[in-house]
């Protein structure tokens, strides 16, 4: 699953490429990719221009202006590729098909807009979809309803982080870190990493946290955010960026994936174990229990 990072990295990709352009024809090979009606699809997606691309959470939403949206969810194998004159940029699951002729087996959609260029999304496993939907309902979704806000966002401080991390306060740091109605976008990688760059064991229980343990995870988290999206995200196996390279956040990490050596604070031998289900990686000197 494509955590924020990877996600921005393709709606910067397609902001470049798409927006201003107007669809001109629409197709797909079976509903659960693309669950829309038809007389819909003619009268608000077809003719209409994309205004605009944005991000929530780990969800693409392309605006049109026929006061529509695509709303476009990669899920773990999608991508989105786009095929213009001289240019060929791909973003999502590293297959053959980021670069190879389109449409393939697993294309699912096809947006062909009025200059002859096309946008497709792929999606071997058939987990992604693309949904149109009026703008103004979108917030409604229960997704959106129910999930916390952007961590960066100008107005998440390290306040906000931690009312919103006491909505878990009988839980462990990681598992609030990755519930996504907590904090929107954060996955296995960014939790890992800022927990590790704040100092602070991923078992330790919410309600233990000081300000000071909040103040430095709020830091830790929307700097390690930033770097990834600066370096085009992890590429954890299956994302590649809006130019069909591979992201460079893995080659900066700290300690997701590096179990067996040294701490680059301390040099303590870095440890995986089991937390929240998932598979964690952290330093046992510089990474304490907080009681």
């Given at each position: 699953m494509p955590e924020l990072p990877e996600v921005e990295t393709v709606r910067v990709g397609l902001s470049r490429l798409i927006v201003g352009k107007t669809v001109r024809a629409v197709t797909h090979d079976t509903p659960k990719s693309f669950p829309n009606a038809p007389a819909d699809v003619e009268q608000f997606l077809v003719n209409a221009k994309v205004v605009s691309v944005a991000r929530r959470a780990k969800v693409l939403l392309l605006e049109l202006s026929s006061k529509y949206s695509l709303v476009i969810h990669l899920k773990m194998t999608g991508q989105l590729v786009f095929q213009g004159e001289g240019v060929h940029f791909g973003a999502g699951h590293p297959s053959d098909s980021l670069l190879g002729p389109l449409p393939d087996k697993s294309t699912r959609v096809t947006f062909e807009f009025t200059d002859g260029s096309k946008l497709f999304f792929n999606d071997q496993r058939k987990?992604?979809?693309?949904?149109?939907?009026?703008?103004?309902?979108?917030?409604?979704?229960?997704?959106?309803?129910?999930?916390?806000?952007?961590?960066?966002?100008?107005?998440?401080?390290?306040?906000?982080?931690?009312?919103?991390?006491?909505?878990?306060?009988?839980?462990?740091?990681?598992?609030?870190?990755?519930?996504?109605?907590?904090?929107?976008?954060?996955?296995?990688?960014?939790?890992?990493?800022?927990?590790?760059?704040?100092?602070?064991?991923?078992?330790?229980?919410?309600?233990?946290?000081?300000?000071?343990?909040?103040?430095?995870?709020?830091?830790?988290?929307?700097?390690?955010?930033?770097?990834?999206?600066?370096?085009?995200?992890?590429?954890?196996?299956?994302?590649?960026?809006?130019?069909?390279?591979?992201?460079?956040?893995?080659?900066?990490?700290?300690?997701?994936?590096?179990?067996?050596?040294?701490?680059?604070?301390?040099?303590?031998?870095?440890?995986?174990?089991?937390?929240?289900?998932?598979?964690?990686?952290?330093?046992?000197?510089?990474?304490?229990?907080?009681?």
């Open positions: 987990f992604g979809w693309v949904r149109l939907m009026p703008t103004a309902e979108i917030p409604q979704l229960d997704f959106f309803k129910k999930v916390g806000p952007e961590p960066l966002a100008h107005d998440f401080t390290w306040q906000l982080l931690r009312e919103r991390l006491l909505r878990r306060r009988n839980t462990n740091i990681k598992a609030a870190l990755l519930d996504q109605s907590v904090i929107a976008g954060v996955g296995n990688i960014y939790a890992d990493e800022s927990l590790w760059g704040s100092k602070i064991h991923p078992t330790t229980i919410v309600r233990n946290l000081s300000d000071k343990n909040v103040k430095d995870l709020h830091e830790s988290l929307r700097s390690i955010l930033q770097l990834a999206i600066d370096k085009g995200g992890s590429s954890d196996h299956t994302y590649v960026n809006a130019e069909g390279k591979k992201g460079s956040y893995l080659s900066f990490a700290r300690v997701f994936r590096k179990e067996g050596q040294p701490c680059p604070r301390c040099g303590t031998t870095i440890i995986k174990t089991r937390v929240a289900g998932r598979g964690t990686h952290l330093c046992p000197h510089c990474q304490k229990v907080i009681s």
